[in-house]
């Protein structure tokens, strides 16, 4: 990808992390995603390779730590998805 950032909520649908865009912005806005331990509800938020996010407690109860490995440049099947990121930590 040409440009060194992505927004937050294009990069979640792309890491499938939600089936709408639309769905990954409102979960973004909920408040609860950090980007570098810094809390953001703002969609557009710029996110860079090596930025590390940090999930709520789904509802299995653990807290998710991912570490930015690429930008997406597409939505593609869960194992592109996969490529993405790298999973630092799922803990309850």
């Not at 909920?30 to 703002?42: D, F």
């Not at 930025?51 to 869960?78: H, I, K, M, N, Q």
Request: charge should be positive; proline fraction near 5%.
């Amino acid at each position: 990808m040409s440009e060194n950032y992505q927004r937050l909520d294009q990069w979640l649908y792309y890491a499938r992390v939600a089936k709408t865009r639309a769905l990954c912005a409102a979960i973004i806005a909920k408040g609860r995603i950090r980007i570098n331990r810094q809390p953001t509800s703002k969609p557009h938020a710029k996110l860079h390779i090596n930025d590390v996010l940090t999930f709520p407690p789904g509802s299995g109860g653990e807290v998710r730590v991912w570490r930015v490995l690429d930008l997406g440049e597409r939505r593609g099947p869960a194992k592109e998805a996969a490529l993405l990121y790298e999973i630092i930590r799922e803990e309850g």
